[in-house]
């Protein structure tokens, strides 16, 4: 196996002790991927979190103090480790009862991008927005208490059917009347898919069918279903991107991630409070943002590590809001009509306590100082992004742009706006080359990055530096400075959704 499959089967590893069950014994492998936090930070932080035992398969977890049976091998099945590809029996072959949704129109309303990479920020100075996965579940009404006590929102991305849970919109189970509450609250709700498969391992109907067979579910139980979706084990592939373009979904990651999920004793849990609090002590609610990950399937983070959440982002001037909120995005395009119609969103969104003595931002269309509005892509020196064709802000390398590949920690104030990027989406399109130079229109925006230069082999497997170069490969045109040290020569590993994880 060469190293970049070697790799890549530790990045699945990883995402699925991410989702591990309530009652499932912990990985030995550690996590690599899904938190842009937790990639900007893994060289130097710790994060490798090991564990022992063989993994049982058992009901889901019950209220402490009783008794936990293990499942009989026949209802095994149905638990979320089930191939669906290899017997009928599985949950995720399992189609809801309810009308067929997947006739509906789809119009793509708002500026929130559709399908593609996906999201991993707010845009919105000030904003937190605290998601569970995996759920609803046996603490999520409990969960949903503590939220009304603070006066919070959050976002619930919805698993149709895991964990032996049954069918959310069974009649027989509670989960539907869950999730009423959940709207009737205030809360978003999202989708996690139907029956949480690992969209890398499915065709085009099966992963079809995780979005419709979830949408059947959400509209029995409410009228209307969602537009925003999370990936289970944070993975999209292309197809995976193109689908949910298609569907008119909003593929949704996260920047912040506690790891509830590997710390659920009562004896680890200040682990994830302590990851919390490296992200938000010293931050700034005047110009940060944060779109954080939970599991409502976990006992001590809806029962601990919830509070403390919650306390902790009003005491820093935090507002406390929904997934759409933090984007800009409307109510009404949080979901789509099926059997009945979109409600009216009636609850106020407070503002953020801590951004009452903030400085007033300039208006970042007007250039700052007298300095010239670039006009090829490039910024320093006299030369400003803001109110640019390629976005208001100057990246640390000098070239404008309006994503966080260019904004943030990415941006130089001095020659741009940085308070905020106009998309909380990497981009898509290459970085400019700089001023025309091949006889062409002189059109800065259909410049593109040069071929690959000399005699430099294009990697195709992901690895840069000695006679390998990035420039025209599938993975990016950018070389790390960092290496790793898993070859002879110097090598960077990138992950082509969220970015460049280093090794070594």
Known sequence: MRWLDAFLLAV?????????????????????????????????????????????????????????????????????????????????????????????????????????????????????????????????????????????????????????????????????????????????????????????????????????????ALNDILGYFPTYMRPPYSICPRDCQSLMADLGYHVTYFDLDTEGYLNDEEDMIQTSKDIWDDAIDGSDPCKDSYLEIEHDIHYQTVYNLTDYILQSLFDHGYRSVTVGQCLGDPPENWYRAGSGSVPEYTFAVPDPTGTSSCPTITDPSAPTSTMDVSEDGTCGDGVTCAGSSFGNCCSVNGWCGASIDYCGQNCNPDFGDCADGDSPLPGDEPLPSGPETSGGSGDPSTTTGPAPTGSLQV??????????????????????????????????????????????
Request: hydrophobic share 30%.
């Open 459 to 504: 990697s195709i497997e992901g690895n840069c530096g000695g006679d390998v170069t990035c420039e025209g490969s599938e993975f990016g045109n950018c070389c790390s400075v960092s290496v790793s040290h898993l070859a002879s020569a110097p090598t960077v590993l990138l992950y082509p959704i969220i970015g460049a994880i280093v090794l070594g």
């Open 12 to 216: 699945c590893a990883g995402q699925t002790v991410a989702h591990t069950g309530p009652d499932e014994s912990r990985h030995s492998l550690p996590r690599l991927a899904g938190s842009r936090r937790f990639l900007n930070t893994f060289s130097g932080k710790r994060r490798w979190q090991k564990g022992s035992g063989t993994p049982l398969v058992k009901e889901p977890e019950q209220p402490r103090g009783e008794a936990v049976e293990a499942v009989p091998k026949d209802i095994a099945v149905h638990l979320k480790d089930c191939q669906i590809n290899y017997g009928s029996g599985c949950d995720g072959n399992q189609k809801p009862d309810g009308v067929d949704t997947s006739d509906i129109e789809r119009p793509k309303l708002g500026d929130v991008r559709y399908g593609g990479v996906g999201i991993y920020d707010c845009v919105n100075p000030g904003d937190i927005a605290v998601t569970f996965d995996d759920g609803p579940y046996n603490y999520t009404n409990d969960l949903l208490d503590k939220f009304a006590e603070y006066g919070a929102k959050a976002t619930f991305f919805i698993t149709g059917t895991n964990l032996h849970k049954g069918k959310i919109n069974d009649p027989d189970l509670p989960w539907a009347s869950v999730i009423q509450r959940m709207a009737a609250e205030g809360h978003q709700i999202a989708s996690h898919t139907w029956s949480h498969e690992n969209f890398s391992q499915l065709d085009d109907t099966q992963a079809r069918n995780q979005l419709i067979w979830n949408e059947i």
